[in-house]
């Protein structure tokens, strides 16, 4: 896990914890407009660029690593902090161990463990690493789970956009993969969550209400 810091002269802290499979430029304005008013901690998980090699391992230890290097930086708490999908369940457990206080909390879209039997967790976990697999090496799959004119920002020329998604995906190893799978959506939570005072806003789409339904029910911290 390695962090990139932006606004370093900003006195407002904001960790920015991404979603499973995009690439650090995907973010660049995004995290470049929040750094005209922020000092941005932005995360990369490991295996996610060339120069940061490593496998992913888990959930459990992207956050102790992050608390760690926070803590390094003389950070004490967090003004804001955002994570989506993977990042969201990173966040949720920041969170929930309550050793880094964060005063305002986005969770966009984000995991929150199964609570479902193990044998059929391992088989979950199957299906979305097959899919991964299918859209990684594919591009009328790719494609088609993620139309790109609905997915192409303004302005970007999609064919370029995508070619350069389809290599950053085949970059991924078989066990980046399945840990980002497995962990991302069977992490674990302390038995009691600790108490804090974070202003915690869950964000979804409307076509993914369904689909988030339980992990807004048993958030443990919402």
């Known amino acids: 896990m390695h962090i990139l810091e932006h606004g370093q002269g900003r006195e407002k802290t904001l960790l920015f914890l ?3 499979a995009e690439p650090v430029w995907a973010f660049e304005k995004t995290v470049a407009l929040l750094a005209q008013s922020w000092h941005v901690f932005q995360v990369v998980y490991d295996e996610r660029e060339p120069s940061y090699p490593g496998d992913f391992t888990s959930v459990e230890q992207t956050v102790d690593e992050i608390t760690d290097y926070l803590r390094a930086q003389g950070v004490t708490c967090l003004d804001a902090a955002y994570g989506c999908s993977l990042g969201g369940a990173c966040l949720t457990r920041l969170l929930a161990l309550g050793e880094l206080p964060v005063k305002r909390a986005i969770i966009d879209g984000g995991i929150t463990p199964y609570q479902l039997p193990y044998l059929i967790r391992k088989l979950l976990l199957a299906r979305d690493v097959l899919s991964f697999k299918l859209a990684a090496n594919n591009r009328k799959i790719l494609e088609a789970a993620f139309p790109p004119e609905r997915f192409t920002l303004p302005g ?19 066990e980046t993969i ?3 799978f497995w962990s991302g959506n069977n992490y674990a939570l302390p038995k009691t969550p600790a108490k804090i005072d974070t202003k915690i806003t869950y964000w979804y ?3 993914e209400k ?6 807004i029910e048993l958030h443990p911290i919402c």
Do not use: M, V, W
């Not at 970007?156 to 078989?174: F, W």
């Not at 369904?210 to 992990?215: Q, T």
């Open 18 to 20: 991404p979603c499973t």
């Open 156 to 174: 970007h020329d999609p064919k370029k956009e995508y070619d350069a998604i389809e290599a950053y995906l085949k970059t991924y190893s078989d």
């Open 178 to 180: 399945r840990y980002i």
């Open 205 to 207: 789409g409307d076509e």
């Open 210 to 215: 369904k689909d988030r339904r339980s992990n």
